[in-house]
C-alpha cells in the first residue's frame, strides 16, 4: 500500500490537487481519500455529502472526512479511561476536575489526527492507495513531528517508570513486607517488569509510534506540496520543505498549481526558488483552470494535467 499525503498552504488548491490525484489513479487502482482538514472542502469537490464519514464514489475510489472535534473528544476519552483504570488509586484527589479541562490542553488535535492516521493505514489494507489531504502548513508539520517527539517522552517515562519500581520493591523489601495489593484496594504492586501495566502501556505506544514513524519516513510514504505562483505563498511553502527536512520526512513532488498566461513570470521564479529550497524534486505544473470553475464547483477534479505519471515516479513504480 503506498500513502500520499498533500500539503500546501491554505487556499493554494492542496484539495483540488488531491482529488485529481485521487480520481486519475483511480482508474487503475484501488483509492481511499481522506479529508484530515478541519475546513473541509472534498465533499464539495467531488460533488457528495460527507459530514465526517465515508462514502463511495465511484467502483476504485472511496472519500471520507475526519470530524476533528468528533474525533479529540474520543482520543481524549480513550486517555482519560485508561488513565483512570491504571490509578484507581487516584480517584481519591478528585481528578474528574483535572480531566474536563484536557480538552483545552494543547497537542490534543494533533494527536487525534495522528490517531486516525495510524488507525487508517492499519486498517484500510483494502486499497492500493491512500491520501491524506492535510490541514494548513503549521498543523501539518506539528502532528507529522509527533511520532519522533513522542518517541523521545516514552523513552524517558520508562526510564522513571523503571526507577520508580526499583525503588518500590526497595522499599518492600525493607519493610520486610511481600503482601501486594489488589483490585480491590485499587493499589497493584508489581515488581517485575513484566508484570507492571504501565510500562506494558508505554511499551505498546512506543512500538506503534516506532512503526508509525518507520512508514512516514519509508518509501511507500509521499508528500508533495502544493504552491501558487505568488510570494506568499512561496514564503510558506519554504517553511513547509524545511520542516519536513528536518523532520526526515519525504517530500518527494511539488506541483505549481494556478499557472496563467498572466502570472508565468512569477511561476517560473517561484518554481526555481522552490527547487532551490527543495532540492532535485520534480515539478508538476497545473494551469487555472478557470471553465471547471465555471462550469460546475464539482467537478474541479477532472482537471486536464497527467498527475499519474510523476506521482507513480516518485512511488518508485513500485506495482
Known sequence: MKILFSTGKGGVGKS??????AWQLSRDHRVLIISLDPAHNLGDIFGITLNGGRKQFSKNLHLG??????????????EIDVL???YKYLQTLNLDNYFSVLKYSPGIEEYALLTSIEETIRNEEDYDIIIFDTPPTGLTLRFLALPRVT??????LIQIRQKILEKRYTIQKIRGNSEKGTEDSGIILSYNEEDDDVLRRLRSLKTNYETL???????DCTIFVVFNP?????????????GLRELHLPL??????????????MAEYVESTMIRSAGDIPVQRVALHRELQARDTSKLYEIEEDMVTPL??????AW
Open 16 to 21: 483540488t490537487m488531491a482529488a485529481a490525484a
Open 65 to 78: 472526512e475526519v470530524d476533528l472535534q468528533q474525533l479529540s473528544k474520543e482520543y481524549l476519552k480513550r
Open 84 to 86: 483512570s483504570g491504571s
Open 151 to 156: 518517541i523521545t517522552w516514552i523513552d524517558r
Open 213 to 219: 514513524t518507520s512508514i512516514l519516513e519509508g518509501s
Open 230 to 242: 505568488d510570494l506568499l505563498s512561496l514564503r510558506e511553502s519554504q517553511r513547509l520543505v524545511e
Open 252 to 265: 518527494r513532488l511539488m506541483i505549481n498549481n494556478k499557472v496563467t498566461g498572466d502570472n508565468e513570470a
Open 312 to 317: 507513480l515516479s516518485v512511488l518508485n513504480n
